[in-house]
């Protein structure tokens, strides 16, 4: 039985009277276990590495799908249907290109972190409120100096060619290309990332959520489907796929990352119905495409008919 005074601290301290982190207390008990894995060099890459495949996996499948679902094709936002071989090679060359980078840059980078920092492992896990309200923070303020950094990019012509141009080799957007950029930029990502969890001064457990929060959001904005359970369908704060998209067609707006307040307040934000990306590359596009494949049929079939009339009179 602990102490009176052990649990008016604990009481004081976080406010938790209800015991609403205990599941939370238990989950960062066996972790602290395992002091010595978490604190491995090579972990955070390894981690976000992986995780970044898996949760591009379930949109790969979408594409392999669509392949015998024609429906599916519904909710891609600016591309058509494409051969599944064509699919799949430009999923395995963009993994490759992310490997790559991983292993020469990221990895070595975080390596060299990991070793320099000194990890604090609290004995108590925050309860569910600090929780949320840590990630929410932390997110806000990852999305307002990725707002900045990414508009200067843009603004400056030596960092647009050094270091943003690589992730915009890819105009049609899908789920891969989140993390497919030149090194400097992922590092730049990673040291925002980081120095928003500094910032907030969050638990261990925070930052690792809002990590993994943070890798699934840039996936989503990037997966090139306008899905009906995506997050900005159910908030509307939230730009999505439809507002990156619009960026990449573009090449300049919509610079935030996730939330939609910064372009609104800074003028940037690209007023793009979300159907049009959807109509960009289906039945309204295909029509265009049709009609303008009979204009020139026509004019072609014109000037031919011009040079047969031309060389009968010539033969008169």
Same mark, same amino acid.
């Given at each position: 039985?602990?102490?009176?005074?052990?649990?008016?601290?604990?009481?004081?301290?976080?406010?938790?009277?209800?015991?609403?982190? *205990?599941?939370?207390?238990?989950?960062?008990?066996?972790?602290?276990?395992?002091?010595?894995?978490?604190?491995?060099?090579?972990?955070?890459?390894?981690?976000?590495?992986?995780?970044?495949?898996?949760?591009?996996?379930?949109?790969?499948?979408?594409?392999?799908?669509?392949?015998?679902?024609?429906?599916?094709?519904?909710?891609?936002?600016?591309?058509?249907?494409?051969?599944?071989?064509?699919? *799949?090679? /430009?999923? =395995?060359?963009?993994?490759?290109?992310?490997?790559?980078?991983?292993?020469?840059?990221?990895?070595?980078?975080?390596?060299?972190?990991?070793?320099?920092?000194?990890?604090?492992?609290?004995?108590?896990? $925050?309860?569910?409120?600090?929780?949320?309200?840590? =990630?929410?923070?932390?997110?806000?303020?990852?999305?307002?100096?990725?707002?900045?950094?990414?508009?200067?990019?843009?603004?400056?012509?030596?960092?647009?060619?050094?270091?943003?141009?690589?992730?915009?080799?890819?105009?049609?957007?899908?789920?891969?290309?989140?993390?497919?950029?030149?090194?400097?930029?992922?590092?730049?990502?990673? =040291?925002?990332?980081?120095?928003?969890?500094?910032?907030?001064?969050?638990?261990?457990?925070?930052?690792?959520?809002?990590?993994?929060?943070?890798?699934?959001?840039?996936?989503?904005?990037?997966?090139?489907?306008?899905?009906?359970?995506?997050?900005?369908?159910?908030? $509307?704060?939230?730009?999505?796929?439809?507002?990156?998209?619009?960026?990449?067609?573009?090449?300049?707006?919509?610079?935030?990352?996730?939330?939609?307040?910064?372009?609104?307040?800074?003028?940037?934000?690209? /007023?793009?119905?979300?159907?049009?990306? /959807?109509?960009?590359?289906?039945?309204?596009?295909? /029509?265009?495409?049709?009609?303008?494949?009979?204009?020139?049929?026509?004019?072609?079939?014109?000037?031919?008919?011009?040079?047969?009339?031309?060389?009968?009179?010539?033969?008169?």
């Amino acid at each position: 039985m602990k102490p009176m005074a052990d649990m008016n601290c604990t009481f004081d301290q976080h406010g938790d009277p209800n015991g609403d982190r *205990l599941l939370l207390q238990e989950l960062w008990d066996d972790l602290r276990s395992r002091r010595e894995f978490l604190t491995s060099p090579y972990l955070p890459a390894c981690f976000a590495f992986l995780i970044h495949i898996l949760l591009c996996s379930p949109f790969l499948v979408f594409e392999a799908l669509g392949c015998l679902w024609p429906r599916i094709h519904f909710y891609r936002i600016s591309r058509n249907a494409e051969p599944l071989g064509l699919c *799949l090679q /430009r999923w =395995v060359d963009c993994f490759w290109r992310i490997f790559i980078k991983y292993l020469t840059t990221i990895l070595p980078a975080s390596a060299l972190y990991q070793r320099v920092r000194n990890p604090i492992f609290p004995e108590l896990a $925050p309860s569910w409120r600090v929780l949320i309200a840590e =990630v929410i923070a932390c997110l806000l303020l990852f999305d307002a100096l990725f707002f900045i950094w990414h508009y200067s990019m843009h603004r400056v012509p030596w960092l647009y060619r050094m270091v943003h141009q690589a992730h915009h080799q890819n105009r049609i957007t899908f789920a891969l290309i989140a993390q497919d950029a030149s090194p400097a930029e992922l590092l730049s990502l990673q =040291v925002l990332a980081l120095t928003s969890a500094w910032v907030v001064g969050c638990h261990p457990l925070s930052e690792a959520l809002f990590h993994l929060l943070n890798t699934w959001l840039a996936v989503e904005d990037h997966c090139g489907y306008d899905l009906p359970w995506a997050l900005h369908r159910l908030l $509307p704060c939230f730009g999505g796929a439809p507002f990156h998209q619009a960026h990449h067609h573009i090449y300049r707006g919509n610079y935030a990352p996730y939330f939609r307040h910064w372009d609104w307040l800074c003028g940037t934000y690209l /007023r793009v119905r979300e159907e049009a990306g /959807r109509k960009h590359g289906g039945r309204t596009m295909r /029509r265009r495409r049709r009609r303008k494949s009979l204009v020139s049929d026509g004019v072609c079939a014109g000037h031919a008919c011009v040079k047969i009339y031309a060389s009968n009179e010539a033969i008169k």
